[in-house]
């Protein structure tokens, strides 16, 4: 089966799903990556001394070793403009997240929850383009998308997950949790391997603990669908 992710800027994906994504390349899955923005508009750049053109092309080039140490089937990075996709016509991001579906056409399409899980707005227009794009798709029969996944964190506590950092991580409740997929000691070090790749990065991965955060499983909530108990696999039960 083929899998396509999307999220708005580079490190979305070792930031959340890479351990899953490589058990799922491991299991002879195809696995693609969208990125819609070269991410250079990130508060690092000023500690760098970099404009945003040239630390997006840094992040770019972070993201070409990404792509290799997670095997993925491959990868694509647009230059939308990052801390901006708020300004856009959601129809022009609409389109071309649309296009690549329709140039992969994945069985599985993951992005983002609602709450963006740490509430930045390029994440919470992505998860709307994604649920309209799925629904739009759908409604054209095309004969592959068949599932739209969002990767989440599981709610703790009192429902914020604060660790080191100067945000609050947004979680979704038990209930909303349908699939859970577990990690082996390989996805685990392919995980840490994706994040290690942003060098310009390491302050802030330090800060967020991202693998002690993420652990030794991966949680997804799926839209319009819903399992109780939740599923170990986004390919179990999909629907005709």
Do not use: W
């Not at 001394?49 to 770019?60: D, N, W």
């Not at 290799?68 to 016509?89: C, E, F, I, N, R």
């Amino acid at each position: 089966m083929k899998f396509l992710y999307v999220f708005p800027h580079p490190d979305d994906e070792a930031f959340g799903p890479a351990g899953a994504m490589h058990r799922q390349l491991q299991q002879g899955h195809e696995v693609y990556l969208l990125t819609l923005t070269r991410g250079g508009a990130t508060k690092q750049r000023q500690r760098l001394g970099l404009s945003i053109e040239e630390m997006g092309e840094v992040r770019y080039q972070e993201m070409l070793e990404v792509e290799k140490a997670l095997g993925l089937s491959g990868m694509t990075v647009l230059d939308l403009p990052d801390s901006g996709l708020k300004h856009m016509d959601p129809r022009e991001i609409e389109k071309v997240v649309s296009d690549h579906i329709r140039k992969i056409q994945p069985d599985i399409f993951v992005s983002y929850p609602v709450h963006g899980i740490s509430g930045f707005h390029d994440h919470l227009v992505m998860h709307a383009v994604a649920k309209q794009v799925f629904l739009t798709l759908r409604d054209e029969d095309v004969p592959y998308l068949k599932r739209l996944a969002f990767f989440t964190i599981p709610y703790e506590g009192d429902g914020t997950f604060k660790k080191g950092v100067d945000f609050i991580l947004k979680q979704s409740l038990p209930e909303e949790i349908d699939c859970i997929v577990s990690l082996n000691e390989s996805n685990i070090d392919a995980l840490q391997e994706s994040l290690d790749c942003y060098k310009t990065y390491q302050q802030v991965i330090e800060k967020v603990q991202v693998k002690e955060l993420i652990g030794d499983s991966i949680y997804f909530e799926i839209y319009q669908e819903s399992f109780n108990p939740p599923i170990t696999d986004l390919t179990e039960q999909l629907p005709d």
